[in-house]
Nanobody, 114 residues
Framework: QVQLVESGGGLVQAGGSLRLSCAAS????????MGWYRQAPGKQRELVAA???????NYADSVKGRFTISGDNAKNTVSLQMNSLKPEDTAVYYC????????WGQGTQVTVSS
């Protein structure tokens, strides 16, 4: 019954912006570590950004200064603001909620054209 629904992906030109959003339902508690991962063709899934219950954040070096993660544990929602997008950011982006166990969204495609 747990479901994470993502939105906001799409096609954008280099230098543009997108905002990804994720809303979780069916979770027992609202206190989760929330994050975004991505997987590019031929590569492993990697952490993009995460935010803790206390609000501390962690970013991949490749997105620091360009991406911002925000979340609301009470509402079980998390967003990722992506600015100054590069073709290298092209990937399927996955929402993740963690509280011992991992819960994943279905993934949303982000394509950055050159």
């Amino acid at each position: 019954q747990v479901q994470l629904v993502e939105s906001g992906g799409g096609l954008v030109q280099a230098g543009g912006s997108l905002r990804l959003s994720c809303a979780a339902s069916g979770l027992t508690f609202g206190s989760y570590i929330m994050g975004w991962y991505r997987q590019a063709p031929g590569k492993q899934r990697e952490l993009v950004a995460a935010i803790s219950t206390f609000g501390s954040t962690n970013y991949a070096d490749s997105v620091k200064g360009r991406f911002t993660i925000s979340g609301d544990n009470a509402k079980n929602t998390v967003s990722l603001q992506m600015n100054s997008l590069k073709p290298e950011d092209t990937a399927v982006y996955y929402c993740n909620f963690r509280q011992g166990s991992d819960y994943w969204g279905q993934g949303t495609q982000v394509t950055v054209s050159s």
